[in-house]
Every structure is written in C-alpha cells, then in structure tokens.
C-alpha cells in the first residue's frame, strides 16, 4: 500500500472525513422480482455498485464550497478510495444524485460548518 493515500474527487485532495468513508453496495432487480406469500424470494439481479458515505464535522466553509461544486448538479466525479470489493485504492466515477447533504450549524465566525454528509453512488456496476 501507498505511504499514506488521502480520499480525493477528481484528484483534489478534499476535507477528510471524520473516520471512513462509510461503505455499502446496492444491486438492482428487475421489475418482476418478487417475494411469494410464503416467503420465498424470487429475484433477477441486473447489476450491484459501490456507494460510499462522507461525513465530516467542523469543515472549514472554503473546504464545503470546493465539495460542493464537485458533487453538485448530478455530474459524475472521480472518487479515489478505497474498494473493499476490489481490495485496493481506485479511481471510480460516482454520482450524488439525491439530495443526501446535511449542513449543520455554521460557527459565529462563519468559518466552519458542523457537519457535511453525502453519500455518493457508483456509476459503473461491479
């Protein structure tokens, strides 16, 4: 592994977050999956993608400026991270395609925000 790798969007280094990014995958079915009366699951998957959770407390405003441009208006990014799936740091398209973003409350000097989270969503299935 690298010396030290740092979470980047479209290689800019950006506020790190609080620990990790928060990491899950989501697959996709087709519309005639189902589950029967008794149960039973009946499921056609179309494709699975990563999807990562950011969440980062006290960013200075400068720092959500730049996330937000980034991330803003549903175009995808370049997100260095780390995959769990394919073991290793990468570079992947995502998208925020929802509005997942929780400013808290911004500081009396209004240099910090207390809190910035999104999660983003892989734009190539696994």
Same mark, same amino acid.
């Given at each position: 592994m690298a010396a030290k790798e740092r979470f980047t969007l479209n290689s800019q280094t950006i506020w790190q977050p609080d620990k990790d990014l928060g990491y899950s995958l989501e697959t996709t079915y087709t519309k005639d999956s189902t589950r029967s009366q008794g149960g039973t699951g009946h499921f056609t998957p179309m494709f699975t993608v990563e999807q990562f959770a950011y969440t980062a407390s006290n960013v200075p405003v400068a720092e959500v400026t730049k996330i937000l441009q980034i991330i803003g208006k549903g175009k995808s990014?370049?997100?260095?991270?780390? +995959?769990?799936?394919?073991?290793?740091?990468?570079?992947?398209?995502?998208?925020?395609?929802?509005?997942?973003? +929780?400013i808290g409350v911004l500081s009396e000097d209004q240099k910090t925000i207390s809190s910035l989270t999104f999660n983003m969503q892989g734009v190539k299935p696994l």
């Open positions: 990014f370049t997100l260095h991270a780390f +995959s769990p799936y394919y073991g290793e740091w990468r570079n992947a398209l995502f998208y925020v395609g929802k509005g997942n973003l +929780s």
